[in-house]
Structures are given as C-alpha cells and as structure tokens.
C-alpha cells in the first residue's frame, strides 16, 4: 500500500515562511502528479499546487508566486515552499499522489498563520 507521510507544519506569524515535506514510500516517477491540497475549518478540501511525471507545475490563484512545490527525486520526498503567509492560508495540508485514476492520501500537517 502506498504511504504519504506529511511533515513540517506548525505555527508562524502573518508574512512568515514554513516548508512542507511529503515522503512517498514508492518511488514518486512511478505516480502522474504529486500535489498539495489544503483544508480550512468549515471548509472543502482545495488544490494548493502539483507537480507531474515531467516535472510541470500547478499553482492555485490564490498562492501563486508564494508557494513553490519541488521534488527530491532521491528522497521520494515532494516539498512545498510557502512564503508570505497569510491568516488565510491557515489548514490542514495534504499530500496526495495520483496514479491511473487512482489518489492516494497522506494524514495532514497543521500550518496555522497567526500573530
């Protein structure tokens, strides 16, 4: 069974920077995309940012020219960079890999903006 395991969340204050870490227990070239969703109290889970097999790259409106998703191909490890935060951007982050239809999910880190 496929195993994400998220990493790296935690408290910042508003203009701050954290960066999430997503382990893939396969090797990531073996999946179509990687991405990052995010959920938010009260909320539906949204599409933050992927990254595919080519190395192409995804950003929702909302954080583009913020965040920055990158691969360790080595590591099977997927990162997401996250600059100038916002009380906004505060969530459940979630790793997911995609593979022929088929999404796997990892548990969640907390990323919460506050002052």
């Known amino acids: 069974q496929v195993q994400l395991v998220e990493s790296g969340g935690g408290l910042v204050q508003p203009g701050g920077s954290l960066s999430l870490s997503c382990r893939v227990s396969?090797?990531?070239?073996?999946?179509?995309?990687i991405a990052w969703y995010r959920q938010a109290p009260g909320k539906e889970r949204e599409f933050v940012a992927d990254?595919?097999?080519?190395?192409?790259?995804k950003y929702a409106g909302s954080v583009e020219g913020r965040f920055t998703i990158s691969r360790d191909n080595a590591e099977n490890t997927v990162y997401l960079q996250m600059n100038s935060l916002e009380p906004e951007d505060t969530a459940v982050y979630y790793c997911?890999?995609?593979?022929?239809?088929?999404?796997?999910w990892g548990q969640g880190t907390q990323v919460t903006v506050s002052s």
């Open positions: 997911r890999a995609r593979i022929l239809g088929q999404n796997f």
């Open positions: 396969e090797n990531i070239f073996n999946f179509n995309d």
């Open positions: 990254i595919n097999v080519g190395g192409n790259k």
